[in-house]
């Protein structure tokens, strides 16, 4: 029993050991001098027109960042910018600003925010500004705090819309179906053009085949008759025998004078 408790007693100890190094981490930020910071930007954005955040904008990031430093205040003129930006969204949607009440500082693991309740002609806001743990100024959020119905109203709208996409994907899906049943009648159909452009086209002729012209056995044995003739009389002119010389063939002229 007495171990039991030592050891809950141990456990205690260091219980209270890191809720004392929790603690020490905000001793490091003066919430008076950060809410003089905030107090002072948004009073300085307040009264800014249109001209003056265009001259801001306009500046190189060197003389920005002079202007800021001569001004005191923490923060570099990239995160100066992206502010006026942030508080002219905010003047959008809450309308012109009114006033805020003080600021309190919440610490968190990246590092301290000054949180206050600022006043609007359309609707009431909350406005944070961030500080690393060095105290520089780092952003500025305006949230805007919408009623129930409006709530509603929004998350109504968000549901038509995205319901509405969603039935128009479909509609769109089922008319891309609809109009797959038309490729094979559109093929079937092409098809058969291509067969009749086939079909009318001309065959080429076929070559004609060569004539052959048959000699009669009568013709045959004059051709040989006269081939004897013939050796004779040359073998007389020749003063040889027809033993010296074969006739193999004769051929006739068209134009035959003897007739």
């Known amino acids: 029993m007495k171990k039991k408790i030592s050891i809950l007693g141990l456990v205690l100890i260091l219980v209270l050991s890191f809720t004392g190094c929790g603690q020490s981490d905000t001793t490091g ?4 001098q950060m809410a003089q910071y905030s107090e002072a930007l948004i009073q300085n954005f307040s009264s800014m027109s249109e001209d003056d955040f265009a001259s801001f904008q306009n500046m190189s990031e060197l003389q920005l960042d002079l202007t800021l430093l001569q001004a005191g205040f923490p923060i570099t003129g990239e995160n100066f910018l992206s502010m006026i930006n942030a508080w002219n969204a905010g003047i959008e949607e809450c309308g012109a600003f009114i006033g805020v009440d003080g600021f309190e500082m919440e610490v968190t693991n990246d590092g301290a925010t000054m949180e206050a309740d600022a006043e609007y ?10 500080f690393d743990d060095e105290m520089n100024m780092e952003s500025l959020t305006v949230s805007a705090e919408y009623s129930t119905g409006e709530i ?3 998350a109504g709208l968000n549901t038509i819309l995205g319901m509405g996409t969603v039935f128009v994907v479909l509609i769109f899906l089922s008319f891309v179906i609809w109009l797959l049943k038309f490729i094979p009648v559109l093929e079937q159909k092409f098809r058969k053009n291509k067969t009749v452009e086939e079909t009318a086209a001309p065959a080429p002729a076929a070559p004609a085949e060569p004539v052959v012209e048959e000699i009669p056995a009568e013709d045959e044995t004059d051709d040989t008759e006269l081939a004897a003739v013939i050796a004779a009389a040359v073998a007389e002119y020749e003063g040889t025998s027809t033993d010296g010389f074969v006739v193999r063939s004769i051929r006739r002229r068209k134009s035959n004078k003897w007739n």
């Not at 930020?29 to 008076?32: A, C, K, L, S, V």
């Not at 609707?123 to 944070?128: E, F, K």
């Open 121 to 130: 002609a359309d609707r009431d806001a909350t406005i944070q500004i961030s």
């Open 152 to 154: 509603l109203q929004k």
């Open 29 to 32: 930020y003066d919430e008076n």
